[in-house]
């Protein structure tokens, strides 16, 4: 009679998550799926593991203490590979959130977008483009005729200032700034004095068109 065969080796209790799972981030609910969850092996093996008793909710919902503004980024990555990109024309780049989004996925164990955030390769993502122009026209502190629009992702400034130049007087006034239209009367009225200048004041205006550029390969994740 052969022996009995040995008993199998202990394993360890795990539980299939359901289809859809439901994160209590603090006071911010999120609905996802476990597969989504998955790029964050934390994450995953809390799922795994039937999370922790007391971070299970009664009405099935698991808890997650994390700030849900932060976590809302981590998310949209795990869901679609896009990184995080906090840029406004005025202020530039949000800094401090970067942070916060990079101490959370380390947390929670989201390493290539701990290193996306790391080396500041938003950076790469956006570039100013900037030209400048100087201009006379009156109107341009009000921004009228001159052909310049704001649109998304531009702004222009106007730095206007009054300089004092010298403007030609013509004998007979009619001419006046236009030297070269001074004829045979002009000169017989001048009878043979110098040319006559006088001093104006002209508005000139510096106006920078600043047009902000985005690489979008650089924010979504390389297969």
């Not at 130049?165 to 001074?182: L, M, Q, S, T």
């Amino acid at each position: 009679q052969s022996p009995p065969s040995p008993p199998p080796p202990p394993t360890t209790a795990t539980t299939t998550p359901p289809p859809l799972i439901t994160l209590q981030v603090n006071s911010t609910r999120f609905t996802t799926t476990a597969a989504t969850l998955s790029g964050s092996p934390m994450l995953a093996a809390k799922l795994r593991d039937d999370w922790a008793s007391s971070e299970r909710q009664p009405d099935g919902s698991y808890h997650l203490d994390a700030d849900p503004d932060t976590f809302t980024h981590i998310l949209r990555f795990l869901r679609d590979g896009i990184y995080p990109l906090a840029y406004d024309i005025e202020r530039g780049h949000d800094f401090l959130l970067y942070t916060r989004v990079r101490c959370l996925a380390k947390f929670l164990l989201v390493e290539n977008l701990v290193v996306w955030l790391r080396e500041k390769r938003y950076l790469k993502a956006v570039r100013v483009e900037t030209s400048a122009r100087v201009t006379e026209k009156e109107d341009v502190i009000f921004g009228v005729g001159l052909g310049d629009v704001e649109d998304v992702g531009t702004k222009i400034k106007y730095f206007p200032s009054w300089r004092v130049v010298k403007r030609y007087v013509c004998p007979r006034r009619i001419h006046n700034d236009n030297r070269a239209g001074c004829g045979r009367q002009c000169l017989r009225a001048q009878g043979g004095r110098e040319d006559e200048y006088e001093d104006c004041n002209v508005l000139s205006t510096l106006v920078v068109k600043e047009k902000v550029v985005f690489d979008e390969g650089v924010c979504v994740e390389q297969d």
